[in-house]
């Protein structure tokens, strides 16, 4: 538990002509094999591409902006443009949620084309379902979690689960599991 490393965006960032962008790195995720960090910015539509090995920003993704949403950022929820983003367990598609922009959508991640925008409202959270063939976003602004099948990139479900979901997580349950003892 002792600190060995820090990666200051800022520096990384400014090196590739990055300079205007947010160095508030949100949500991240790391591919499988750990080489790899794809993290979204505050006010960004979309994710960048970090290389571990390389101490270095490789890629960068702008995703559609929605013509509906306002440019004033001081409307963003919490500094969000997008803010969610989740890795199929093969780690060959990401999921991203564009919370401002009212959509998510897979994205192949050696191609970093992006499938369907998915309606969706408010998605602010992407994680993946327990069989890993879904991403699953809240909507918060709908008061319902929605997966989207990452083979497709097309909504699956959406299921109500009470006042504006954000972050979800999953919690896995071993099936003859009859709750605590009574000791």
């Not at 991203?96 to 922009?101: C, E, F, Y």
């Not at 309606?119 to 008061?143: F, L, Q, R």
Request: include cysteine.
């Amino acid at each position: 538990f002792k600190q060995v490393k820090v990666i200051d965006m800022r520096q990384r960032l400014d090196a590739i002509g990055l300079t205007d962008y947010s160095d508030a790195v949100r949500p991240a995720v790391f591919s499988p094999d750990e080489s790899k960090l794809y993290f979204q910015v505050s006010f960004f539509n979309g994710f960048l591409e970090y290389d571990v090995a390389t101490d270095r920003i490789t890629r960068v993704k702008t995703l559609p902006k929605n013509p509906a949403t306002s440019t004033d950022r001081t409307t963003w929820v919490n500094d969000s443009r997008h803010h969610g983003i989740s890795m199929n367990p093969a780690g060959t598609k990401l999921c991203v949620a564009g919370t401002m922009d009212d959509y998510a959508t897979v994205v192949d991640r050696a191609t970093l084309q992006e499938g369907p925008l998915v309606t969706a409202s408010k998605p602010y959270w992407a994680t993946v379902s327990g069989d890993g063939k879904d991403c699953i976003i809240s909507e918060s602004g709908a008061d319902q979690v929605t997966a989207i099948d990452f083979a497709t990139g097309q909504k699956t479900v959406s299921v109500p689960v009470g006042d504006h979901p954000q972050r979800v997580r999953l919690g896995h349950v071993q099936a003859n599991w009859s709750g605590p003892s009574a000791s």
